[in-house]
């Protein structure tokens, strides 16, 4: 965990970096101190279960990969989107290599030094920074928040198929007054082989993750405003997130599913707002999607 905090606009800036979900879980687990100038109640604790879902400490566990609540059916629902691309030819080039990638078992055993599994991607390949934003209005459904994670984990895979280079992480910004707060999470850096869907799959649907884990992490800082109790944060504008991340031509801002038009009713129109809203729909072929919705594949 790296925090770093800054003067921007007049308001104090609280940026929190985990390199990955791991990092997280060893963060909580160290059990780090409570700010407890500003947070005598603790939201991560004591909200109620139908709210908030199950408890901090089984939470913190979900984070190594643990939540698993419909999630065979989120890997099928995943194939079928798979089914609506555009027939890429991947053009990334498996190679091996004595560093970068995923070591591949039996020539480590064997004692060979190009053990190391890697994707070469083409020199021009684009590099796309996307964030995912973790706030969601309280009225969200749980419907919409599954469509969210299927489709974006569908984008992904497909820009990274075409060559594109992904970087992708969640982040909760958020602000009281005159403070600002980023927690943002590494979900998959340019240089790993392949996302890991099953520590994504907590981040994505499980309310927990916002409302256990990123709250126990707030609790956490040294913020002065005492309204952070009582609120936990703003949220901030669409508008502001850009401006606050820098976002260039090629990155992308997931926001809650509402913003792009995700009612959680059906699959492959919540596929075809996201896409629309994210400006990609040269990318993806729409009418094949379409397609498979006449078809009523579920």
Request: glycine fraction near 6%.
């Amino acid at each position: 965990m790296q925090l770093d905090i800054s003067k921007r606009n007049g308001k104090t800036v609280y940026n929190v970096l985990f390199s990955s979900v791991t990092d997280l879980y060893n963060y909580l687990k160290s059990n780090p101190k409570i700010n407890k100038k500003v947070f005598d109640e603790l939201s991560s604790i004591k909200k109620d279960k139908i709210v908030y879902g199950e408890s901090l400490d089984k939470s913190i566990e979900y984070l190594l990969g643990g939540y698993n609540v419909g999630f065979d059916n989120f890997l099928k629902s995943i194939e079928i989107l798979r089914e609506s691309s555009y027939d890429y030819s991947d053009s990334r080039q498996l190679k091996k290599g004595i560093y970068g990638g995923v070591p591949l078992a039996p020539l480590v055993a064997s004692g060979i030094p190009e053990c190391m599994l890697r994707y070469d991607r083409r020199k021009d390949a684009r590099v796309r920074n996307i964030y995912f934003s973790l706030s969601y209005n309280a009225q969200t459904t749980t419907e919409q928040i599954r469509n969210r994670g299927l489709i974006i984990l569908y984008i992904i895979d497909a820009l990274e198929k075409n060559g594109d280079i992904i970087n992708f992480k969640a982040n909760e910004i958020s602000y009281y007054e005159s403070e600002v707060v980023n927690i943002e999470v590494v979900l998959k850096k340019s240089s790993d082989l392949f996302l890991n869907i099953e520590k994504c799959y907590f981040p994505f649907v499980g309310k927990e993750f916002l409302r256990r884990i990123m709250f126990r992490v707030l609790e956490c800082l040294p913020v002065t405003e005492y309204g952070w109790q009582h609120t936990y944060g703003r949220v901030l504008s669409n508008s502001d997130i850009k401006e606050f991340l820098n976002l260039k031509k090629n990155d992308i801002l997931i926001p809650e599913p509402r913003k792009m038009g995700i009612t959680g009713y059906d699959i492959y129109d919540d596929t075809i707002s996201t896409i629309n809203y994210l400006n990609l729909a040269t990318e993806f072929d729409t009418e094949k999607i379409k397609k498979l919705k006449r078809n009523g594949m579920n």
